[in-house]
């Protein structure tokens, strides 16, 4: 999919697929006798999305679904570590969707992430073949979309950090010095 496909009705399809899979994840949850504080969820934004390729030199014309993970995305948020771990000792994910990837956040001191306090565990995937056979799954064939399972303390630093530290706004009157000091 171009960024042109995803302008025109890409993003529409993504926020359909995000739907889609936070209805999964609430009947997981349910399934499992979890309870999570929240389930979120988003298809990245046409004025982000653009930003994002033009500072990975990525064209546009470019398969952009092929080179970025994060068109679509969803955060389950639980209150507490421990809630956090049980979910993923139950293999849910791995019986509802098909995981293409992991990838664990965490800070570890003595290496570069040792200042970074994103922390979650990140799941790359897409529906798995025998759903999407159903009629209403369909329209999600190829795509993908992560899933982010987090504490709610750590979702609150994940919503703060992604404006400030993340993205790197450019703010007009704060100087770099000053934004050092906020990362």
Known sequence: MTFEEYQQDGRTRYLALVDAIQNILQHMLIQH????????????????????????????????????????GCR??????SQVEAF???????????????NVHHPVPGTDTETKLFD???????LKPERLALPEYRAF???????QIQTLLNHAWAEMGHDTIYKEPNLKHLGAARMADIG
């Open 141 to 147: 064939a190829g795509l993908r979309a992560e899933i």
């Open 88 to 102: 993923n000792h139950t293999g849910a994910l791995h019986e509802n969707f098909e995981v293409l990837d992991v």
């Open 76 to 81: 389950v948020v639980f209150l507490t570590n």
């Open 120 to 126: 979650s565990t990140n799941y790359l995937v897409c």
């Open 33 to 72: 006798g979890l309870m999570a504080h929240t389930i979120t969820g988003r298809a990245k934004e046409v004025g982000s999305l653009a930003k994002k390729l033009k500072n990975r030199g990525i064209d546009p014309a470019d398969a952009i679904d092929e080179r970025l993970k994060d068109l679509a």
